[in-house]
């Protein structure tokens, strides 16, 4: 039987990788178990550590590769895996003499995405 193109209702394919933004949505709530009290209050600590992390390492300072190391866990425990992988980078750099400034500043704008999705995730709700 031949194949008529015209007459299949294609679908588009749904991406390789899943994309939920700054923050994986599905990640969180396994980590919250399903709580949404306890998710909006993960995600206001984040974002105050993550500022606070942040404004810590602006000069990057002797101890900056420990500060990345504390925010790539943060990152990681609420599902802002581009934050944490941002982190890993800075606090790469750190400790092998790498291009630091670059990965800081991949941090800061990693970072401002999360805190921008976080923002909003906690005015919707």
Request: charge should be negative; glycine fraction near 8%.
């Amino acid at each position: 039987m031949p194949l008529h193109p015209q007459r299949i209702n294609w679908m588009p394919s749904p991406p390789l990788v899943p994309d939920d933004g700054p923050i994986d949505i599905a990640h969180l709530r396994r980590m919250t178990l399903g709580d949404v009290g306890l998710e909006r209050e993960v995600l206001a600590m984040f974002a105050g550590q993550a500022a606070r992390l942040i404004e810590a390492l602006a000069g990057l300072p002797a101890g900056a590769a420990e500060l990345a190391h504390t925010l790539n866990g943060s990152a990681r425990a609420i599902g802002a895996f581009g934050v944490a992988d941002a982190s890993e980078a800075l606090e790469a750099a750190m400790r092998d003499g790498g291009e630091a400034s670059q990965a800081m500043a991949a941090l800061r704008h990693a970072v401002a995405q999360a805190r921008a999705a976080i923002d909003a995730m906690l005015r919707r709700s």
